[in-house]
């Protein structure tokens, strides 16, 4: 497994932009699949974005294609997720994950995954 830490979230207004990061440890990172979910109280853990190990495969839901952009650098252990034209409904913790073998629609589930960072807090004001 591969230790996930998440930072970069905070307030935003309505219609602004942030860019969150996750730092992995371990050498097999660049053999991972990454995804970030969210979770806003009193609701279930959402699948928001997804990378396959070398970024040749993107999936995203649709509720926020077209305004958020998961990307990695393998060389630095990282996976970033860029969020724009945030919405009000978009406030929750935002978790990083890990996979060595996620794939495809599988990317969608939660129970996919198996290596969890400990969430950062995203909060857009209206």
């Known amino acids: 497994q591969v230790q996930l830490v998440e930072s970069g979230g905070g307030l935003v207004q309505a219609g602004g932009s942030l860019r969150l990061s996750c730092a992995a440890s371990?050498?097999?990172?660049?053999?991972?699949?990454m995804g970030w979910f969210r979770q806003a109280p009193g609701k279930e853990r959402e699948f928001v974005a997804a990378?396959?190990?070398?970024?040749?495969?993107?999936y995203a839901n649709d509720s926020v294609k077209g305004r958020f952009t998961i990307s990695r650098v393998n060389a630095k252990n990282m996976v970033y997720l860029q969020m724009n034209s945030l919405k009000p409904e978009e406030t929750a913790v935002y978790y990083c994950?890990?996979?060595?073998?996620?794939?495809?629609?599988?990317?969608?589930?939660?129970?996919?995954?198996?290596?969890w960072g400990q969430g950062t807090q995203v909060t857009v004001s209206s």
């Open positions: 994950a890990a996979d060595p073998t996620v794939a495809g629609i599988g990317s969608f589930l939660k129970e996919s995954w198996s290596s």
């Open positions: 371990g050498r097999t990172f660049r053999s991972y699949s």
């Open positions: 990378i396959s190990w070398n970024g040749g495969s993107l």
